[in-house]
């Protein structure tokens, strides 16, 4: 599992939404140690935010989906 992946897109969302938690956050490593999912549950200000914080992930090389 690529750690610096998941700190990455953990870092690109706290600059969108700053008040996200560490208990907010979930990582888990694919079956084959392939991919990992990061998930993170926040509540949006609204569409703009969502937007910028979606084009933002997906700058990233290493990020295949955002959802």
């Known amino acids: 599992m690529d750690d610096g992946v998941a ?9 969108h939404a700053p008040d996200v938690t560490p208990d907010d ?10 991919f990992v999912s990061v998930r993170i ?9 969502l937007k910028q914080m ?9 990020v295949r989906m955002v959802i």
Not at 41 to 49: E, H, I, T, W
Not at 54 to 62: F, Q
């Open 54 to 62: 979606y084009d933002d992930l997906m700058t990233d090389a290493a």
């Open 25 to 34: 956050i979930t990582t888990r490593a694919s079956s084959g140690d392939k």
């Open 7 to 15: 700190t990455r897109v953990i870092e690109t969302v706290r600059k």
């Open 41 to 49: 549950n926040l509540m949006a200000q609204g569409p703009v935010q």
